[in-house]
């Protein structure tokens, strides 16, 4: 069941990076926070483009298109 | 046994997209954007299973497989036309929601022409 993994992965790390920020802003570190978004998002979106592109190449072979 | 997966995935999905678009919306639209391509291969492989039965019963009314062809690449363009769609207009983008769309659109009426022109074809063919 590798679908439901990548569902919780993406939402852990969503939710670990939404604390670091939140986090970070209350200390003060404005330019930290924003890094740590920018770099969970970097590595949300690899594992989600892996996916889209699995899905791209199923839906070309299927569909012969 | 299909849908229970399915739905399953569904669910959980949707509430922690719920849960992730208080904060940070990026990744509730990144997470909804995972969550529908993994339900849309679950479902690909009962497509998989369709197209070929589809193909046999066109060999044996010998329709000319170009046309099922055309048929099947229509779907696949519709089904990703639909997907990146919806998942823009979740994400609040629905200008380029449609945009994708018309584009979509555009590529069937492009992939339909040869169909068209041969209904006339055979009409005239009768008619005249």
Known sequence: MLNVDLIFKVAGIGIVVTILYTVLKQAGKEEHSYLVALVGVVVVLMLVVRVVSDLFETVKTVFRL | ?128
Not at chain 2, 24 to 51: C, D, M, Q, W, Y
Not at chain 2, 66 to 81: M, N, P, R, S, T
């Open chain 2, 1 to 128: 046994m299909e849908i229970v997966k399915i739905v399953g995935l569904g669910l959980v999905a949707g509430t922690l997209a719920i849960l992730l678009r208080q904060e940070k919306p990026v990744f509730a639209t990144l997470l909804s954007l995972a969550a529908g391509a993994l339900i849309l291969f679950l479902v690909l492989e009962r497509v998989a299973g369709i197209a070929d039965v589809l193909q046999d019963l066109a060999v044996r009314a010998n329709v000319d497989g170009l046309y099922l062809g055309i048929v099947l690449k229509v779907i696949g363009v519709a089904f990703l036309a639909e997907f990146a769609g919806q998942v823009l207009r979740d994400a609040g983008e629905s200008s380029i929601a449609s945009k994708v769309e018309l584009g979509g659109k555009i590529i069937i009426v492009v992939l339909a022409i040869p169909i068209v022109a041969a209904i006339l074809q055979t009409l005239t063919s009768m008619l005249g």
